[in-house]
């Protein structure tokens, strides 16, 4: 099983909400990581916030509390 279906699988256990993007600009180190010698699986965990990059970033509790929820539930089965 690919790395995103793991974690999509564990997401929907756990019921956490998951969202797939694709970026249209700019860019995350998981694609030069991705990309490294023949390939490393990668995948880029983001929890969705308002006014990035900015001293005022802005996140739902909630968000916050099903993102640790889902990268806890997927370290647990490694």
Not at 11 to 33: H, K, P, S
Not at 59 to 74: G, N, Q, T, V
């Given at each position: 099983?690919?790395?995103?279906?793991?974690?999509?699988?564990?997401?929907?256990?756990?019921?956490?909400?998951?969202?797939?993007?694709?970026?249209?600009?700019?860019?995350?180190?998981?694609?030069?990581?991705?990309?490294?010698?023949?390939?490393?699986?990668?995948?880029?965990?983001?929890?969705?916030?308002?006014?990035?990059?900015?001293?005022?970033?802005?996140?739902a509790?909630?968000?916050?509390?099903?993102?640790?929820l889902?990268?806890h539930?997927?370290?647990?089965?490694?």
């Amino acid at each position: 099983m690919s790395l995103v279906r793991s974690l999509e699988t564990v997401a929907a256990e756990a019921v956490c909400t998951t969202q797939r993007c694709l970026m249209d600009g700019g860019g995350q180190d998981g694609a030069y990581i991705q990309r490294s010698g023949a390939g490393v699986p990668t995948a880029v965990l983001s929890c969705p916030v308002r006014h990035m990059h900015s001293a005022n970033e802005i996140a739902a509790k909630e968000d916050l509390i099903s993102y640790a929820l889902l990268i806890h539930r997927f370290l647990e089965r490694q």
